[in-house]
């Protein structure tokens, strides 16, 4: 009996304080920090080269919880060779339902080098076959954007070397 006492109390002391946590803050804006990339040297995406993927992730924490728009994009990474051109992704879908109290997770964005997805860059033009230099180096600058239109901050992947045979 005293057994089943103590074991109430402690389960008791242990609901009351899971019910005064509080829920997380997040501010309304999305806030992004990156994680990290899978590899730093990667095959520029031509036709006599395999096909590999360089994958990019990244954390997100949004207050109102109203990031992904439909038929949409609202993941924006910019090449450092070219930073006024954008490669828009997108975000599946998160409902609205739940998210109230805001939302966060990871985020992964799987860029393929094929169909000159990643490309060197020589004498201003992309995927040479024949290349000068046998290596092209950028970076990735990335942005998300919520439902309301919020941009968030921006995050720079490490430099990427890309093999240009």
């Known amino acids: 009996m005293k057994t089943l ?8 002391s242990a609901m009351l304080i ?28 031509i036709s006599s080269l395999p096909n590999d993927t360089l994958s990019i992730r990244f954390s997100f924490t949004d207050g109102d919880g109203d990031l992904s728009i439909n038929d949409t994009t609202d993941v924006f990474l910019y090449d450092s060779r070219f930073p006024s051109l954008v490669n828009p992704y997108k975000i599946p879908t998160i409902p609205l339902d739940g998210t109230g109290n805001g939302i966060r997770g990871e985020i992964t964005v799987n860029i393929r080098n094929n169909n000159q997805g990643i490309c060197c860059i020589e004498n201003g033009f992309p995927c ?9 180096t950028f970076s990735y600058e990335i942005q998300i954007r919520d439902r309301a239109g919020n941009m968030s901050n921006r995050i720079r992947t490490e430099t990427i070397d890309i093999i240009c045979r």
Do not use: E, F
């Not at 006492?5 to 008791?12: A, E, F, G, R, V």
């Not at 040479?128 to 092209?136: F, L, R, S, T, V």
């Open 18 to 45: 899971i019910a005064c946590v509080n829920p997380p803050d997040y501010p309304d804006t999305p806030v992004i920090k990156y994680l990290g990339i899978n590899k730093m040297q990667i095959n520029q995406g």
């Open 5 to 12: 006492s103590i074991s109430l109390l402690t389960l008791l």
């Open 128 to 136: 040479p076959n024949n290349a000068q230099n046998p290596i092209d």
